[in-house]
């Protein structure tokens, strides 16, 4: 009786493929463990096992998979559900899914390519045969492919034996498209143990009275460790001592000294838990008695918090309890700087349980929290990471918290599953029977009707923490400002007097312009023109800093000119104005005071966040410029002023979320001010100060805000009443692009009438010389979700069969944001 499987490919195909495995392979197999399949004429592929079965496939005839590559599952049966759920409700297919989930040093392929670790201790007596050969090709040349190790060895199926090779330390694959984890060392240095003993301390001392700096540098040590008990660190001696590292290295050579490295690793946490236990304010545990009952009644609690009202401290009690049941807790967080200061928070309460997932960590460190997590292990409690984190193999998944759930980043724009991690993590959520809190100060409109109309628990905490008064909001007009000449750059004399006044109490201030780059917009003030970019509809933004103009759509620049590209005349200026402008001008008005840029364009590293953060906390940093990413969730003790440069650039923006979002971003950004027993101030800079939003952040109104959206929504057909489903489509071809959108748009209006706007060119029609056509489907609340997706999916297959549309490629963005 001949035994199949169906696997999942990392690719974006449609369905699951057939291969035919024999009897002693289906015994061994299990759902979740990954195969090595060929696939197309030459490709070997890395796939998931999705079912076993006996029945061949119809249509071809199922190939013998190469090799089984796991002992024991990678991929839990609740993963692949949730991928399945994934797959189907955001109309993507599930090799996508799989591309998204896992680290890519789980998905080797025929393209991957090996190299040599650069610490690799090579012992040739325990190698195999056909280790030794591919160790000797990678030791002439730095890098092979996997298809040229097949070459060498003279045998198809390579990848066990590269499998060997990793597990041995000795390789490592796809190293072209990631950057090398190294293990951060840490160089410490200790006193050599035989000047334990006093007599040998004091000759010690007598030999060295000729050397006075090594001299100085020994007692100063003395005097580090009697200080603190902890290891002494190479560089802290010869700062607090004052002597160059040339001195210590001296030390060390005549071996008075020994110098040691520790291994410091963001995965791994030595130091014990401090803070042992939390004392909630009367009002705190109010809310977290309510939420308890509310998690009774409903799977999911909406924790509307006002902010700096000690939100966190709920969820780290929340989460213990559920540790205490031996359970799991994933903490979501929608911006990595966010993980930055929360991870401090909740290690110091948690020690060693509490691991961090995000985009930022390289491969390596990714697959150890990944089999940490599989494992179930005691490291792995409580995971905090941004979006992708729910894609992880939890075992016994008990908490779910979504902090800031209203923030658009939880949503994955490019490459597609184009998911929303708050929506994805309330169905993760009960696929475990887990429960999930939901928290914002701002909660998104769709998420308060859910709770309005009980479908959420909702719980509300509208006093900030131990009584801390919300920040004064005042508007100021800058349109009167402009006409009264009281401007000074893009600043107020009220914004520049208040920003005097905090920095000589010696307090920070946070400014907030949502735009990166020094000018959005150059032109030439003899004929208009601007620069644009070749290949997208955008003009080019300055960048001060390198002297460039950049696309911030595709990465193309050019150095800045120093005049007008289209009539030669030196008269050019800028218009509009980004972070780094402000920060340009800022040094110019207050230059003995230290600013910085939190953006884009300087959070580029690994730690950027990290360094930017701490700096600002421990107050090396007096004015903090950024744009949204300081927004979110982040807590700096010492910020009394917060600065909108320019809040209608906020407004006025072409999205039915536009004002729903600038409410949000607004008291989000005055939040940060005034988080200590000072009150707070925040200065919002407008031409338009009487416009409704504005005024409503100025009383910190929600609920006003929810009516008025809410009514807006109803009218015009928009979510939370109407579901939305954007169809985009692209292709370097003008023409081909407009007639296939009409083809599309016609198709659809034929089942779906009314509900299909569009094609329309979306604000930026052109990027990376690819022109884009927009369609939005409209779903009524009492329209079939599930069948209305069955229909598209219909439409779009008869679209794919017209050859003249080959070239066109088709983006389905389902809950777009």
């Not at 035919?20 to 299990?30: C, G």
Request: include cysteine; charged fraction near 25%; charge should be positive.
């Amino acid at each position: 009786m001949p035994y199949f499987i169906d696997v999942i490919l990392p690719l974006p195909l449609q369905k699951r493929f057939t291969y035919a495995i024999s009897e002693a392979e289906a015994n061994f197999l299990q759902e979740g463990m990954r195969v090595a399949v060929p696939f197309g004429k030459s490709k070997i592929y890395t796939a998931i096992t999705a079912a076993i079965h006996q029945n061949p496939p119809q249509v071809y005839e199922a190939k013998p998979i190469n090799q089984i590559l796991d002992k024991a599952p990678l991929i839990t049966n609740h993963q692949l559900k949730f991928w399945n759920w994934i797959a189907s409700y955001y109309m993507c297919a599930e090799g996508e899914v799989l591309k998204a989930a896992l680290p890519g040093a789980f998905l080797l392929e025929s393209e991957s390519i090996v190299q040599l670790t650069k610490e690799a201790n090579i012992e040739e007596t325990e190698l195999k045969d056909e280790e030794y050969l591919v160790i000797e090709a990678l030791q002439r040349q730095s890098s092979i492919k996997i298809q040229e190790v097949a070459k060498i060895l003279d045998k198809k199926n390579v990848l066990p034996i590269l499998n060997e090779l990793v597990q041995k330390g000795l390789v490592l694959l796809n190293q072209e498209i990631y950057e090398q984890y190294k293990p951060k060392k840490i160089r410490y240095v200790r006193l050599n143990s035989m000047y334990d003993n006093e007599a040998n301390m004091h000759r010690l001392l007598d030999e060295l009275e000729n050397a006075p700096k090594q001299k100085e540098a020994l007692l100063s040590y003395f005097s580090l460790k009697a200080q603190h008990k902890k290891p002494l660190k190479a560089k802290e001696l010869s700062d607090k001592s004052g002597v160059s590292a040339a001195i210590i290295k001296s030390l060390i050579k005549k071996e008075i000294l020994e110098e040691f490295y520790k291994k410091t690793d963001r995965v791994s946490f030595e130091e014990e838990s401090s803070l042992t236990n939390i004392k909630l304010s009367e009002i705190q545990q109010k809310a977290f008695s309510e939420i308890e009952a509310g998690l009774v009644e409903q799977d999911v609690c909406l924790f509307h918090g006002v902010t700096s009202s000690g939100k966190t401290e709920i969820y780290i009690k929340l989460i213990e309890k559920v540790i205490d049941k031996g359970q799991q807790a994933l903490y979501v967080l929608p911006e990595i700087a966010l993980t930055t200061q929360l991870i401090d928070r909740l290690r110091a309460y948690f020690g060693d349980k509490v691991l961090v997932y995000h985009s930022k960590y390289s491969v390596n460190e990714r697959v150890e929290v990944y089999q940490h997590i599989l494992q179930d292990s005691e490291k792995a409690r409580i995971v905090i990471g941004a979006r992708s984190s729910i894609f992880l193999p939890f075992a016994n998944l008990g908490l779910v918290v979504v902090d800031e759930e209203h923030e658009t980043s939880f949503k994955q724009f490019d490459p597609a599953p184009r998911y929303h991690a708050r929506d994805a993590a309330v169905v993760l959520a009960k696929l475990f029977k887990a429960k999930i809190i939901l928290g914002s100060a701002t909660p998104s409109l769709e998420s308060y009707f859910n709770a309005q109309h009980h479908k959420y628990a909702f719980v509300e905490l509208n006093r900030r923490y131990a009584n801390v008064l919300d920040p004064e909001i005042e508007i100021v007009d800058i349109k009167t400002k402009y006409k009264k000449k009281e401007m000074k750059g893009h600043f107020s004399d009220r914004m520049l007097t208040e920003i005097k006044d905090t920095l000589d109490g010696g307090e920070q201030v946070i400014l907030f312009q949502n735009r990166r780059g020094f000018s959005p917009v150059l032109e030439c003030n003899t004929c208009g023109h601007s620069p644009q970019c070749p290949n997208c509809d955008v003009s080019l933004t300055y960048h001060s800093h390198n002297n460039q103009l950049r696309c911030h759509y595709c990465g193309y620049h050019i150095a800045m000119q120093k005049k007008c590209m289209a009539c030669d005349s030196p008269e050019i200026t800028t218009k509009g104005f980004g972070t780094e402008q402000i920060e340009t001008e800022l040094k110019a008005i207050f230059p003995d005071y230290k600013t910085a840029r939190m953006d884009q364009d300087t959070t580029r590293g690994k730690y950027a966040y990290e360094k930017l953060i701490n700096a600002f906390e421990q107050q090396e940093i007096d004015i903090l410029i950024g744009t949204q990413m300081l927004s979110k969730g982040l807590d700096f003790r010492k910020v009394n002023l917060v600065g909108v440069m320019n809040a209608d650039n906020l407004l006025n923006f072409p999205d039915f979320r536009a004002h729903e979002r600038s409410f949000q971003l607004m008291l989000q950004v005055a939040g940060r001010a005034g988080r200590t027993k000072k009150r707070g101030k925040v200065l919002i800079q407008s031409y338009n100060p009487h416009h409704q939003i504005i005024q409503q952040v100025s009383t910190g109104d929600y609920s006003g805000m929810y009516k008025d959206q809410l009514e807006e929504r109803y009218n015009y057909k928009y979510p939370p009443f109407h579901r939305l489903i954007r169809i985009t489509l692209k292709c370097r071809d003008y023409s081909k692009t407009n007639d296939a959108a009409e083809w599309l748009a016609t198709g659809m209006k034929n089942v779906f009438k009314e509900n299909v706007l569009g094609p329309e060119f979306p604000p930026v029609a052109r990027i990376r010389n690819e022109y884009y056509k927009n369609i939005l489907l409209k779903i009524p609340q009492q329209q079939s979700l599930g069948k209305t997706k069955k229909v598209l999916q219909r439409i779009m297959e008869s679209f794919r069969a017209i050859g003249a549309f080959r070239g066109v490629k088709i983006v389905i963005n389902v809950d777009p944001i």
